[in-house]
């Protein structure tokens, strides 16, 4: 088993994690072709053939540490929150649709609403994204939201605040999409299991 990296060792490797060893800073997501989606040292999204193959990564400008695990969209969008507070969405090659600031540190999973727009709770609260990036909404919550959210059949969105409560807000944008990761453990149930591919 290869140790982590240290910043030294990815400093010498030109900044980018080698294949294969890297140290995982979140959750994994798995896409319907059986694509693994997580986040390792840095904020980067890699991807992982289904037979552990290195696919490809994304590095973002700023160097974080993230603990949210990426969510996968119906039209195999991936989304991703870096820990500055910065909002992802990439094409399953890679390739960069959009970056948004949302204001704040981000240390959740984002959810995915069944219009396809993106929940975000942060350091200063919620915010909601469409699926083109545009801050659509902002609620300010005293001490700020860390726990990954939820959203329930009815479109109500769920999410525990550091006070010890649990916070229901009355949502307009659907349920879960029905895509194959499209919150924290990939469905109402928690089961953390991929769809068959």
């Not at 924290?184 to 953390?192: C, I, P, S, V």
């Amino acid at each position: 088993m290869n140790p982590p990296l240290s910043v030294d060792m990815i400093t010498r490797t030109a900044g980018r994690i080698p294949p294969g060893n890297f140290w995982l800073d979140s959750g994994i997501a798995v896409a319907l072709d059986g694509t693994l989606y997580l986040c390792a040292t840095g904020s980067r999204l890699v991807a992982l053939a289904p037979d552990g193959t290195y696919k490809w990564e994304f590095k973002p400008k700023v160097y974080s540490i993230n603990k949210a695990t990426p969510v996968i969209s119906e039209d195999r969008t991936i989304y991703f929150s870096s820990g500055d507070g910065t909002l992802y969405a990439l094409n399953p090659d890679g390739t960069q649709k959009w970056a948004t600031d949302t204001g704040a540190l981000i240390a959740a999973t984002p959810v995915v609403a069944a219009d396809e727009t993106i929940y975000v709770v942060n350091g200063a609260g919620l915010v909601t994204v469409s699926p083109e990036g545009k801050i659509l909404e902002r609620v300010a919550i005293a001490g700020g939201l860390q726990s990954s959210p939820t959203l329930g059949a009815d479109g109500t969105f769920y999410v525990a605040s550091g006070a010890g409560k649990i916070l229901a807000f009355a949502g307009t944008h659907g349920a879960l999409m029905d895509s194959p990761w499209p919150k924290f453990q990939a469905d109402l149930a928690n089961t953390g299991r991929a769809r068959p591919f």
